[in-house]
């Protein structure tokens, strides 16, 4: 599967923005799906992950209860929407996908780039104070 993110801009601190990551090529549900941001200087960090079946979630303590990941198997998406949004928060943000089995939700979101299976280009976010 190949993730293509789309949504990302700037936005005023406590705004909100939708993140929308399009997968194509393999089947779509054979893979966990999950967002991962990196701000300047900084390393890449996990935010969200998602099961194939969006029944078990995992996030960062840094954005939970602020973001929420969910997807759409029938039109092959995966969405983080976020909220109460920080200047902290500013960050190239990647959609990426490992094949079911391999990890569960928390390691996804913990994994090194090099053990997942496809990333996005990323989308941009900056948050204004």
């Known amino acids: 599967v190949q993730p293509v993110e789309s949504g990302g801009g700037l936005v005023q601190a406590g705004g909100s923005l939708t993140l929308v990551c399009t997968g194509s090529?393999?089947?779509?549900?054979?893979?966990?799906m999950g967002w991962f941001r990196q701000a300047p200087g900084k390393e890449r960090e996990g935010v969200a992950c998602i099961t194939w079946s969006g029944y078990d979630t995992h996030y960062a303590g840094s954005v939970k209860g602020r973001f929420s990941i969910t997807r759409d198997n029938a039109k092959q998406t995966v969405t983080l929407q976020m909220s109460g949004l920080k200047p902290d928060d500013t960050a190239m943000y990647y959609c990426?996908?490992?094949?079911?089995?391999?990890?569960?939700?928390?390691?996804?979101?913990?994994?090194?780039?090099?053990?997942?299976?496809?990333w996005g280009q990323g989308t941009l976010v900056t948050v204004s104070s």
């Open positions: 090529g393999l089947k779509f549900d054979d893979y966990y």
């Open positions: 990426a996908a490992v094949h079911f089995g391999r990890f569960n939700t928390e390691e996804m979101c913990s994994a090194t780039p090099a053990d997942l299976d496809a």
